[in-house]
């Protein structure tokens, strides 16, 4: 018997794949905007604006300073875009 020659027709995609000899490629990995040197921050969510402000309204309580449900918000989402 004669051996096929591999030059006279070319091994497709779908034969690499079938046969399993196809390589992946290796996974780029994704560093976080801290280790890029990059500040790109997080837009606080309304969960996380509302536990602040709820935070500096029992610490603006228990002081006794005088201030509001608006101002509490305010500070909290100051705090967090910081």
């Given at each position: 018997?004669?051996?096929?020659?591999?030059?006279?027709?070319?091994?497709?995609?779908?034969?690499?794949?079938?046969?399993?000899?196809?390589?992946?490629?290796?996974v780029a990995s994704k560093k976080?905007?801290?280790?890029?040197?990059?500040?790109?921050?997080?837009?606080?969510?309304?969960?996380?604006?509302?536990?602040?402000?709820?935070?500096?309204?029992?610490?603006?309580?228990?002081?006794?300073?005088?201030?509001?449900?608006?101002?509490?918000?305010?500070?909290?989402?100051?705090?967090?875009?910081?």
């Amino acid at each position: 018997m004669a051996k096929k020659s591999s030059a006279t027709k070319p091994i497709t995609t779908s034969q690499k794949k079938a046969s399993g000899t196809v390589a992946k490629k290796p996974v780029a990995s994704k560093k976080s905007a801290a280790s890029r040197g990059t500040s790109r921050k997080r837009t606080p969510t309304f969960e996380d604006i509302s536990q602040k402000a709820h935070e500096i309204y029992l610490e603006r309580i228990a002081k006794g300073e005088p201030g509001n449900p608006d101002s509490d918000w305010q500070k909290a989402l100051d705090i967090l875009q910081s």
